[in-house]
C-alpha cells in the first residue's frame, strides 16, 4: 500500500476552507475512485489528471486508485483541485512524501498535455491559507497576480505539472510574487459635462458624501444616465481593506484583470433592466455566485430604466439594501457576500415619456402603474429623490460648471469628517450609522428636529424615514463644514426625501 497527500482549498462564498487530499494505491483491479462529494467538473478531473500526469513523463499507478477529499461532508466544486490531486498521486507512486508538498496549498486545472490553467477564486484561497498559517502557496502563473496581493504567505507560480515536479524534487524554481500595476485614475467622466441640472448635481454630491441611495426621474435625455456614471468618480479610493474585498468577490466571479488585479476604485455596475433575481442578488446550482450587488459592493449599482425592471427583482433589494449583505441558500450550502452599495435608479415618469410633459399621452392609471413598481417599502430605503426637468437654453453659460476634482475634494473632506465622528461607532460613512445612534447620542437640538417631528405626525414618513433623513442632514452638515445639523440640514434632506415617486 502507499498513500499520498496534498492540500488545496475549497472556496464557499468568500470564505475558504483547507481540503486534505489522499492519494491510496493498492492491489485490486485498476480503476480511479474518487471520494468526497465531489461536482460533476471535479469527478471529470480524473480523466484530466491522468492525461496530464502520463503526457509528463510519467508513470500512472496502474492498479486501485482511490482519491479522497477531506472533509467528506464538505461540498467541492470545479477544477481547482487538479494539481492538488495530481501531487498526491505522484506523492504516492514514489512512496515518500516531499517535504514541500506537506507545507504547501496547491491550486488550479490541469490541461491534457500537463499545463497548469488560472482557475476562479484564488484570492480568497490564499486569504484562507494565510489565515490557517500555510506558508507556502502554489497558483497558476496566470492567477500570480492575484494571489501576490496578499502578504504574510511565500506565493509561487507555476506553469506546468513538470515544473511543479522539479520543485518538489529541489531541481528547479517556480515564479515569485509579482509587483501589480496601479491602475490608471486619471480616465473618467466629468461632472462638469453636464449640462444644468444644479439640483440633481447638488443631489449626486451629497449622495457621494454619505453613501446615500438615490433616484432620478424624468424624461429621457436630461442627464439622468451621465449624472450617475460621474457619481464614482466622486468616492475617495477604496482602502487596502476594501480593495481586497471587492477583488475576491470579482475573483469569484472570474473578472480579475491580469495587469492590475487590485481594485482600487468603487466599481460601476449597471446591469440591463430585463435582468432577472439571480443575476441581480446571486444565483446558481450548488453553491451560490456572486450577483450584480455584491459586484457593486463599495460602490455603485446602477439601474437604468427601473421602472421596466420585474418587480420580484426589484423587491430582492429589499435585505441587500438594509443589512449590507445578501445570503443566498442553496443545496450546497447558504452563501454570504458582501454587498455594501450605493443604489441609483433612474426612471422615465411614464412609458411614453415625452421631452414635453404636456404632449404625455398616457392616461392616469397608466402612469400610475408603471412607477407602481416601485414598492413603498423600497423607496423608503431610498435617502434623495430628484424630479429631473428638461434644461432650457440658458443652461448653455459660458463658464463651465465645476469639475469632479472640484466636488470630489468637498466630498474627500465631509467623509474624512464622517469617519472621524462614527469611529466609536465602527462605521466611516453616514449611511451606515445605526438608527438608535443618530436618535440618542447624535440627534440634532429640538428646533432642528422641528421638520421631522411635524413629517412624523402628519404621516408623512416613516421612522426608518426619520433615521434616513437624518443621515443625510449629517452628510449636509459635512458638506458645510458644520459641527451638527441645522434646521435647514434637516429641512432641505427632508425636501429630498418626498420628492419623486413616493412621499
Given at each position: 500500500m502507499a498513500l499520498g497527500r496534498a492540500y488545496s482549498v475549497a472556496v464557499r462564498g468568500l470564505h475558504g476552507e483547507a481540503v486534505e487530499i489522499e492519494a491510496d494505491i493498492t492491489s485490486g483491479l485498476p480503476g480511479v475512485h474518487l471520494v468526497g462529494l465531489a461536482d460533476a467538473a471535479l469527478q471529470e478531473s480524473?480523466?484530466?489528471?491522468?492525461?496530464?500526469?502520463?503526457?509528463?513523463?510519467?508513470?500512472?499507478?496502474?492498479?486501485?486508485?482511490?482519491?479522497?477529499?477531506?472533509?467528506?461532508?464538505?461540498?467541492?466544486?470545479g477544477s481547482v483541485y487538479d494539481v492538488a490531486l495530481a501531487a498526491a498521486v505522484l506523492s504516492a507512486s514514489r512512496k515518500k512524501p516531499w517535504e514541500r508538498l506537506e507545507k504547501s496549498i496547491l491550486l488550479g486545472e490541469l490541461a491534457l498535455d500537463g499545463r497548469v490553467r488560472p482557475v476562479r477564486g484564488v484570492?480568497?484561497?490564499?486569504?484562507?491559507?494565510?489565515?490557517?498559517?500555510?506558508?507556502?502557496?502554489?497558483?497558476?502563473?496566470?492567477?500570480?497576480?492575484?494571489?501576490?496581493?496578499?502578504?504574510?504567505?511565500?506565493?509561487?507560480?507555476?506553469?506546468?505539472?513538470?515544473?511543479?515536479?522539479?520543485?518538489?524534487?529541489?531541481?528547479g524554481s517556480l515564479a515569485d510574487r509579482t509587483v501589480s500595476e496601479t491602475p490608471d485614475d486619471d480616465v473618467e467622466a466629468d461632472l462638469a459635462d453636464i449640462v444644468g441640472q444644479t439640483h440633481a448635481r447638488r443631489a449626486v454630491e451629497i449622495a457621494a458624501a454619505g453613501a446615500h441611495h438615490l433616484m432620478l426621474?424624468?424624461?429621457?435625455?436630461?442627464?439622468?444616465?451621465?449624472?450617475a456614471q460621474r457619481l464614482p468618480g466622486l468616492l475617495p479610493p477604496l482602502s487596502e481593506s476594501e480593495a481586497l474585498e471587492v477583488t475576491a468577490i470579482h475573483s469569484v466571479v472570474g473578472m480579475v484583470s491580469d495587469a492590475t488585479p487590485l481594485i482600487t476604485r468603487p466599481p460601476f455596475v449597471a446591469p440591463h433592466h430585463?435582468?432577472?433575481?439571480?443575476?441581480?442578488?446571486?444565483?446558481?446550482?450548488?453553491?451560490a455566485r456572486p450577483g450584480a450587488v455584491s459586484r457593486a459592493h463599495r460602490g455603485v449599482l446602477f439601474l437604468d430604466e427601473c421602472a421596466e425592471m420585474?418587480?420580484?427583482?426589484?423587491e430582492a433589494l429589499r435585505t441587500p439594501l438594509e443589512d449590507g449583505e445578501i445570503r443566498l441558500a442553496r443545496r450546497d450550502g447558504v452563501a454570504r457576500y458582501p454587498a455594501r452599495f450605493q443604489l441609483v435608479m433612474a426612471a422615465n415618469p411614464c412609458p411614453c415619456a415625452p421631452a414635453d410633459p404636456r404632449d404625455c399621452i398616457c392616461a392616469a392609471p397608466?402612469?400610475?402603474?408603471?412607477?407602481?413598481?416601485?414598492?413603498?417599502?423600497?423607496?423608503d430605503r431610498v435617502d434623495l429623490r430628484v424630479d429631473m426637468h428638461s434644461v432650457r437654453a440658458g443652461a448653455f453659460a459660458d463658464e463651465a460648471a465645476e469639475a469632479t476634482?472640484?466636488?470630489?475634494?468637498?466630498?474627500a473632506c465631509a467623509r474624512e469628517a464622517a469617519a472621524a465622528r462614527w469611529t466609536a461607532v465602527g462605521v466611516r460613512t453616514n449611511a451606515e450609522v445605526p438608527g438608535p445612534v443618530l436618535r440618542r447620542?447624535?440627534?440634532?437640538?429640538?428646533?432642528?428636529?422641528?421638520?421631522?417631528?411635524?413629517?412624523?405626525?402628519?404621516?408623512?414618513?416613516?421612522?426608518?424615514?426619520?433615521?434616513?433623513?437624518?443621515?443625510?442632514?449629517?452628510?449636509?452638515?459635512?458638506?458645510?463644514g458644520r459641527t451638527s445639523p441645522d434646521c435647514h440640514d434637516v429641512a432641505t434632506a427632508l425636501s429630498f426625501r418626498q420628492a419623486g415617486t413616493r412621499s
Open positions: 480524473r480523466d484530466r489528471v491522468r492525461s496530464a500526469i502520463t503526457n509528463s513523463g510519467h508513470q500512472w499507478p496502474m492498479s486501485r486508485l482511490t482519491l479522497a477529499l477531506s472533509p467528506a461532508t464538505l461540498p467541492k466544486m484570492l480568497p484561497a490564499v486569504l484562507a491559507a494565510r489565515r490557517d498559517g500555510w506558508p507556502t502557496a502554489v497558483v497558476p502563473v496566470g492567477n500570480l497576480g492575484e494571489a501576490s496581493l496578499v502578504d504574510g504567505i511565500e506565493v509561487l507560480g507555476v506553469n506546468s505539472l513538470g515544473q511543479l515536479f522539479g520543485w518538489l524534487e529541489g531541481k426621474t424624468g424624461p429621457p435625455g436630461i442627464g439622468k444616465t451621465m449624472l430585463t435582468s432577472s433575481v439571480a443575476a441581480l442578488v446571486g444565483g446558481g446550482s450548488g453553491m420585474g418587480v420580484s427583482a426589484l397608466v402612469k400610475r402603474r408603471y412607477l407602481g413598481k416601485l414598492s413603498g417599502p423600497l423607496m476634482s472640484v466636488v470630489r475634494a468637498r466630498v447620542g447624535f440627534r440634532p437640538s429640538r428646533e432642528a428636529m422641528a421638520p421631522l417631528r411635524t413629517a412624523l405626525d402628519r404621516g408623512l414618513i416613516s421612522i426608518r424615514g426619520v433615521d434616513r433623513t437624518l443621515r443625510v442632514a449629517w452628510s449636509l452638515c459635512d458638506l458645510a
